[in-house]
């Protein structure tokens, strides 16, 4: 297969932005489209005829699930891959057929096992047939679920192993990004686009080009001109949310 049609659906910017960024690195995909709802993914399927879609199970709208069967008369898209930061809703999953289940936050590694099942599925003479082994494949999402949230970070000669909790914010500084953790300061050679693909999306949002904080943390917003907000931090550190990241403020709180 030359290419692999691919659509997004995620009611999540940011989650639609990691998965682009990892997509972008992979030989033979398309993404075609993507959609920020289940109403929106409804409409979509059956104009795009994607390949493969990768599938929110919890959006506006209606769950995953929902716009599987509400596509009616429609041809069922040919792979469907579900992601979803819960593991619970996995079997059901795997009984509407998906090919694969991806369970927040996941890495470049995981994508590529996930594309390669779908790519066999696609190949495949039984393209409906269940994938083999799923009693080890819901046991290694579990498994995943279980996996302690840690980022290795390299200094001077030994490894500190930060947990993703602890973070308070996350700033780019050139090929580094900074990982702000009390009073302490880590640097990680990463760009931040790729970092945030390993950030729980219920836990962080970025709210600038060159930021991402920890919604914990935040204590206040003031309004500023032009859209943009000041975010004080619990720690008195203060940070800016860009006008261009509005669109973040309900997952801060802001209604």
């Known amino acids: 297969m030359a290419n692999l049609r691919i659509l997004i659906v995620d009611d ?3 989650a639609r932005e990691r998965l682009r960024t990892f997509l972008a690195r992979e030989s033979g995909m398309e993404v075609i489209g993507e959609c920020g709802d289940g ?17 929110d199970v919890q959006m506006p709208g209606c769950t995953g699930f929902e716009v599987l069967s509400r596509l009616g008369s429609h041809p069922q898209p040919r792979a469907v891959i579900f992601v979803t930061a819960y593991d619970r809703f996995a079997l059901q999953a795997f009984e509407v057929h998906a090919v694969d289940y991806l369970l927040k936050p996941f890495d470049r590694a995981r994508l590529q096992t996930a594309l390669r ?49 602890d973070i308070d914010w996350v700033g780019s500084a050139d090929n580094y990004v900074e990982l702000h953790v009390g009073a302490q300061c880590h640097l990680l050679r990463e760009t931040l686009s790729n970092l945030a693909a390993r950030l729980p999306l219920n836990q962080f949002v970025r709210i600038s080009r060159t930021t991402i904080v920890n919604v914990a943390r935040v204590q ?36």
């Open 220 to 255: 206040e917003l003031r309004s500023r001109f032009h859209g943009e907000y000041a975010v004080f931090l619990r720690d008195g550190t203060q940070l800016s949310l860009s006008r261009s990241h509005r669109n973040q403020l309900p997952r801060l709180g802001v209604r």
């Open 12 to 14: 999540e910017p940011l």
């Open 39 to 55: 109403p929106e993914a409804i409409s979509a399927i059956p104009k795009l005829n994607p390949d493969l879609v990768f599938l």
């Open 117 to 165: 099942r779908t790519l066999d599925r696609l190949q495949s003479t039984h393209p409906d047939a269940l994938p083999v082994g799923l009693t080890s494949l819901l046991a290694e999402i579990q498994g995943a679920a279980r996996t302690p949230n840690r980022i290795p970070v390299k200094s001077t000669g030994r490894i500190i192993f930060v947990d993703i909790p």
